[in-house]
């Protein structure tokens, strides 16, 4: 049923370090034309430190882990292209659609192929207004039963961030900032939230990883917050005053289900003049990189 490539089957055979990265960042998180040049980037970044890139999509029907360029590029550019939750996996592949993978999709495909290592930028959580409109990313359900190991700058800051964290607690999802104890705030270096754990290196991580297994607790991933460089991140005072309207701007035009999350990054996008673009980008990039020595170091181990 999947379709692994060939790359990606023989590095995991031969136990080289692989990293999974998601689509729905590239097909709905980003604006074209830049998102295909970031695709390509980002499988740059991650073979520049020795480990193989896996993108993950579904094209007509068949998952992919692992995309040659032509295939990025249907995913990049091609209409239509759906947004694909895990519970939409079965519902793509038995209609034949083509879709991008969420965090939950791609965790699960990933950890179905015999990938342990993920990197993407932010993931979904607890939404503001969650009290009335239930909006909860199957992120979180997901990643409370998949044993993978997801590098990330935090969770979106348009959402609820402490409602998020206290889910992932309840969930039983572990939690480590990298070389902090704040946890990330996807555009901006810190969220204003504390993380109980940090983890240094990524032989720490990959002995956490190892601890994981050595426990058999129920299968739940390891969430490694990465926080943007300071000079990198979003001017946080910017990044009030955006959200705030695009929060505003989301409710007055009645966007509701999956359509929230891509709405408002393009609101950002275009109401800071790129600048939230740049740090979604510096995020993404250092969370690839470090996705890449994690791999390895779970090889070594
Ligand atoms: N990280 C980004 N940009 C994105 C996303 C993550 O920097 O667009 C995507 C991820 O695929 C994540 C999804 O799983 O947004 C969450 O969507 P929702 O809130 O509808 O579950
Ligand atoms: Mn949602």
Redesign the pocket.
Known sequence: MLVVSEEVREALAARRPVVAL?S??IA??LPRPRNLQVALELEDAVRREGAVPATIAVLDGHPHVGLDKQQLERVANEEGIRKL?HRDLPLAVASGASGAT???ATALLAALAGIRVFA?????GVHREWTVTQDE???LGLLARTRITVVCAGV?SILDVPATLQRLETLGVAVAGYGTDRFPGFYLTDSGHPVDWTLRTPEEVAEVMRAQNALRAPESALIVANPVPEDEQLDPELHARVLAEALEACAREGITG?A???FL?DHLVRHTDGASLRA?LAA?RGNVRLAARIAAAWTRA
């Open positions: 998601e729905t960042i709905h998180g939750g969420t965090v939950s993407t930028g932010g993931l979904g990313s199957a992120d979106k999956q929230v999350t891509p990054l979604n993404v």
